[in-house]
């Protein structure tokens, strides 16, 4: 079987962590290909002028160039809100031959109890939890069949969030280099953010 990881998130916008992640894991547990998908925003949530057409374009300006990864639309054609249990059963019909792994931070398998739908989820795929320097784990004190699911990997610490981007050029400050220069190129072109060229 196919081994595909998924990468969900807002990549509002894409930045340098996340491809290193998406990476990480990908070295670490022989993933075949990854698969980026911007998650759906309700519009009030919308960073003005930040489409999710435009999140998926940078997705794709991002990873250009690398074979094994490619982008996901599902969530930003279905809309609404998305859990991941639902995304994962229309992936798995679309796609039953493929051997699933989604990718979150550490910290985030903490919180994969109150999930919707985990037991369900944790019978469709893998979860692979990146672990950075410092990030707080606790495996042992999650349910049985959510630490059988579960498999870690390692990255570098990258002290980088699509947050603090959009704060530095809120304040008219350089975000070369927590970008691709892809992503730059484009949010420049398009005037994402406020961003001065």
Known sequence: MKKVGIMGGAFDPIHLGHLLAAESAREQHHLEEVW???????PHKHRAGVSGKQRLEMVEAAIQGHPAFKP????????????????IREIRGQHPDLDLYFIIGADMVNYLPKWEGIEDLAGMLTFIGLQRPGSFLELDALPPFIQEAVRLAEMPLVDISSSLIRSRLAQGRSVRYMVPDSVHDYMTRSGLYGIQS
């Open 72 to 87: 996901l639309d599902i969530e930003l054609k279905r809309g609404g809100v998305s859990y991941t249990v639902d995304t």
């Open 36 to 42: 980026f998908m911007p998650s759906h925003i309700p």
